[in-house]
């Protein structure tokens, strides 16, 4: 606009060469001006935040990073949100409020947010469907190997099975570093189903498949059964049991207490997760969805 104010067009004999300038200049200030001020507000608030006397030693350091981020790897809100607890004064570090947006925190420091003390740690959500001979014990031996060998190379949190599989038990398997998780699905009263296909020595008879649909006492502790059934297109000694216990021993006890063999059991859902695309042995990442899903079970 500068440049046509400055052109030759100023020394023009024709009257009405400057009258386009008015609607030039509003166009100007509509929308697209409104636009790039915001933008331009971002960038200078951006300069507020990031003072010349912090920039260029805090910039160099490997071990910090934005109090935004380090807020999310915790795994208690996203970034976004992490943001509106920042400016809200809810975040403290080292027992001092931060307000600044993109403040930077060495993964040393101690960060509170909403009276809750935070780890850096990103949580890390792993999906197993375990083979034969593998099993979360750790005091096995050397004749079968541990599960976590399988997701060794998932990732380099330290990470947890959700509940207990033995040698001879198949089908999905959780892992996490998210201890509150953990702790969530290895209550007893906790609410997420899990589904089995379990392998007797011979046919259930279908008394016995009434009586277990009931649910029973097992060691003085009441069993619920959500489901039993037989399984379409399979002899009778292939049972479909659903149940939210994640203990897996109950599983066999279940059978055995009939004077049944189980000769395998196989996992098949796990709160709401499946074996959908994912092969015996093989291991993914669980999606965001599903992480929300099993936090609000």
């Given amino acids: 606009m500068n440049t046509n104010r400055g052109g030759g067009r100023t020394n023009s004999s024709r009257p009405s060469s400057n009258k386009p300038k008015p609607a030039m200049q509003k166009r100007a200030q509509g929308p697209k001006k409104a636009k790039i001020n915001?933008?331009?507000?971002?960038?200078?608030?951006?300069?507020?935040?990031?003072?010349?006397?912090?920039?260029?030693?805090?910039?160099?350091?490997?071990?910090?990073?934005?109090?935004?981020?380090?807020?999310?790897?915790?795994?208690?809100?996203?970034?976004?949100?992490?943001?509106?607890?920042?400016?809200?004064?809810?975040?403290?570090?080292?027992?001092?409020?931060?307000?600044?947006?993109?403040?930077?925190?060495?993964?040393?420091?101690?960060?509170?947010?909403?009276g809750v003390l935070l780890t850096p740690e990103k949580k890390e959500y792993i999906l197993l469907n375990k083979p034969k001979n593998f099993t979360t014990a750790l005091d096995e031996g050397q004749e079968f190997r541990n599960v976590l060998e399988l997701v060794r190379g998932a990732t380099t949190a330290k990470i947890g099975a959700v509940g207990r599989m033995d040698k001879n038990t198949t089908g999905l398997l959780l892992f996490t570093n998210d201890t509150d998780m953990i702790r969530k699905f290895t209550l007893p009263n906790q609410k997420s189903s899990k589904i089995y296909q379990v392998s007797l020595d011979k046919n259930l008879k279908f008394e016995d498949l009434e009586k277990i649909s009931k649910g029973l006492v097992l060691d003085g502790h009441r069993v619920f059964i959500e489901e039993v059934s037989y399984i379409d297109n399979e002899p009778k000694s292939e049972i479909g049991l659903k149940l939210r216990s994640a203990n897996v021993k109950v599983v066999r006890s279940i059978f055995e207490h009939f004077d049944y063999n189980v000769l395998r059991i196989d996992r098949v859902a796990f709160a709401g997760l499946t074996k959908k695309n994912l092969p015996r042995g093989n291991w993914r990442m669980l999606t965001e969805q599903e992480i929300i899903n099993l936090k609000n079970i």
């Fill in 38 to 114: 915001t933008k331009v507000a971002e960038v200078e608030a951006n300069k507020v935040v990031k003072k010349p006397s912090q920039t260029p030693k805090r910039a160099k350091a490997a071990d910090e990073i934005r109090l935004n981020k380090y807020i999310a790897n915790s795994g208690v809100c996203s970034r976004r949100d992490a943001d509106i607890y920042i400016q809200s004064g809810n975040v403290k570090v080292n027992g001092v409020p931060v307000t600044e947006m993109g403040y930077l925190v060495k993964l040393n420091d101690t960060v509170n947010f909403d």
